[in-house]
């Protein structure tokens, strides 16, 4: 099977959060200009588009980008359907079976990269609970964020760090169908960075 690319390309107009840093891509020399080489400059917030958290997002003494383990990013990984759910609560997971480390939560509310959402649906403090005791160590979502988009307090932040589960926002799962994958997503290693951009890919597990 291919892989399959569930990143949202860093266009400029992908939409980020308001008031925060838009995505800028320009030459700041070019061939087509005469220049020997092409060069670009790159700028966007650590928090546009594919990306995760670092705990020093939400914790003023919290760990930054560094420490994010690669290794939870890449392995198998469970893709749950949560479609048309405003509160992402336990029964949406198929308790019936064992857990991966890697659960990604396709919601399809945030259809158009270039709009950012007016709303999301999140998960009830019952599923995250449900969530750590099934031992799972990162979870995704196809949202800017894990939590209500203006939560001053980032409860489910909070209490998905404590139960050890990484961050992965803003991914693209609007062509994977619910199942078991194999995932392979690498963080950029920004030292000191409350984030970090995401490259992910994903590629379906042959259960024959």
Known sequence: MNWIDVTRP????????????????????????GDSVTVGKFQQSLHTGT????????????????????????GPALVVDARGCELIEPFALDQSQPCPQRVLLRTDAWPDSRRFPARIPVMS?????????????????????????????????HDLHRGGITILEGL?????????????ALPLLIPGADGAPVRALLRKVDRN
């Open 10 to 33: 860093l266009r400029q107009d992908l939409a980020g959060w308001p008031g925060d840093t838009s995505v800028l891509l320009e030459q700041r020399w070019s061939r087509a200009r």
């Open 51 to 74: 990306h995760c958290d670092a705990p020093i997002h939400f914790l003023t003494d919290g760990p930054a980008a560094e420490s994010l383990d690669p290794t939870l990013l890449c």
């Open 125 to 157: 403090p019952d599923t995250i609970c449900l969530l750590v005791e099934a031992g799972v160590r990162l979870i995704g979502v196809d949202l800017p964020s894990v939590d209500p988009l203006d939560s001053p307090l980032l409860a489910n932040h």
């Open 172 to 184: 693209d799962l609007t062509k994977i169908a619910p199942g078991r994958y194999e995932m392979l």
